[in-house]
């Protein structure tokens, strides 16, 4: 699983918050990794650099393989809070995308079929 980390020149941090991002990428997609391919973070401040409220935006694009990509995003006072609201939805997201793709006696369904 390739993690990709995307800044605007707003935010703050460089290649300790692009290290950070990544690890906590991989430890909290861990379960996923099997199908996940690449994750795009991108981390943005939406005011261009004036304080206000909910202003730093995350959104995340997880690439599965041989299915369409899950976007998810979320917007916090702080980076770190708008990455963690972020990723908790991808997991959420992630867990309803693939889990739709096995019945519930885990056997494939007809979607995965049609899909390869």
């Known amino acids: 699983m390739q993690v990709q980390v995307h800044t605007d020149d707003k935010i703050q941090g460089g290649e300790s918050l692009a290290r950070w991002v990544q690890e ?4 909290r997609l861990e379960r996923f990794r ?3 391919t690449r994750v795009e973070v991108f981390l943005t401040d939406v ?22 990509p899950v976007a998810v995003a979320a917007d916090a006072d702080k ?11 991808l997991v959420r997201a992630l867990d ?5 793709a096995k019945d519930r006696n885990g056997r494939e369904t007809i979607r995965m079929a049609a899909a390869e």
Do not use: M
Request: aromatic fraction near 2%; charged fraction near 40%.
């Open 96 to 100: 309803h995308d693939l889990g739709r």
């Open 79 to 89: 980076v770190a809070d708008a990455f963690t609201g972020a990723v908790d939805k």
């Open 47 to 68: 005011d261009a650099g004036k304080s206000g409220a909910n202003d730093k935006r995350c959104r995340i694009e997880a690439r599965a393989a041989g299915r369409d």
């Open 34 to 36: 099997d199908h996940l």
């Open 24 to 27: 906590e990428c991989v430890a």
